[in-house]
């Protein structure tokens, strides 16, 4: 059945650089999207941005506009999230999920397991 | 950016009530509007999309309804795995954005 797996926990120093893989399997990597989304503790779902699957176009929310970058690895069917100059308040359990369409971010009907980044010094 | 906002936060049922959690749009989004359920410690899960398209799997004592600016999300006879945290989300717009949740808890 689809799956998303994502890489492990990380514990970054403010300043520092998080990238987040996410393996796909079992459904045909170009028929749809991938967003990220993350929720840091005790608090709501965040969407941060969207990658197609099928032409690597993103869309980034606003707030993080300059400090992420989303890829694609279609041989291997991963897609990444990269965020850097980390803050505190960046600490949170990161997913990635499928979203329906390959052309625009709409609804995400697999979930990857959630990656916890802690940002401390 | 649209906000949506969810009532209540959060609620108290026992098994077999009917339950209804409400959410509302700080602007029309048509029918866009997609419910998730989140247990503690895990991933959310999809419920329905699109307003009323219960996602293969679901049980059918999930529904949901509503267009333009407010939307209900109702559970007909609650079950114990039912007790969770839902959200809801517009799909209308970019950025997508979601409530602040609903915790259903058990009487």
């Known amino acids: 059945q689809v799956q998303l797996v994502q890489s492990g926990a990380e514990v970054k120093k403010p300043g520092a650089s998080v990238k987040v893989s996410c393996k796909a399997s079992?459904?045909?990597?170009?028929?749809?999207?991938i967003s990220w989304l993350r929720q840091a503790p005790g608090q709501g779902l965040e969407w941060m941005g969207w990658i197609s699957g099928y032409s690597g176009r993103t869309n980034y929310a606003r707030k993080f506009q300059g400090r992420v970058t989303m890829t694609t690895d279609t041989s291997t069917r991963t897609a990444y999230m990269e965020l850097r100059s980390l803050r505190s308040d960046d600490t949170a359990v990161y997913y990635c999920?499928?979203?329906?369409?390959?052309?625009?971010?709409?609804?995400?009907?697999?979930w990857g397991q959630g990656t916890l980044v802690t940002v401390s010094s | 950016d649209i906000q949506m906002t969810q009532s209540p936060s959060s609620l108290s049922a026992s098994v077999g009530d009917r339950v209804t959690i409400t959410c509302r749009a700080s602007?029309?989004?048509?029918?866009?509007l997609n419910w998730y359920q989140q247990k503690p410690g895990k991933a959310p899960m999809l419920l329905i999309h699109?307003?009323?398209s219960l996602q293969s799997g679901v049980p059918s004592r999930f529904s949901g309804s509503g267009s333009g600016t407010e939307f209900t999300l109702t559970i007909s006879s609650l079950q114990s795995e039912d007790f969770a945290t839902y959200h809801c989300?517009?799909?209308?717009?970019?950025?997508?954005?979601f409530g602040q949740g609903t915790k259903v808890e058990i009487k």
């Open positions: 989300q517009q799909s209308y717009s970019t950025p997508p954005t």
């Open positions: 079992d459904y045909t990597f170009s028929s749809y999207g």
């Open positions: 699109d307003t009323y």
């Open positions: 602007r029309s989004i048509d029918s866009y």
């Open positions: 999920a499928r979203d329906s369409s390959p052309y625009s971010s709409t609804w995400v009907d697999y």
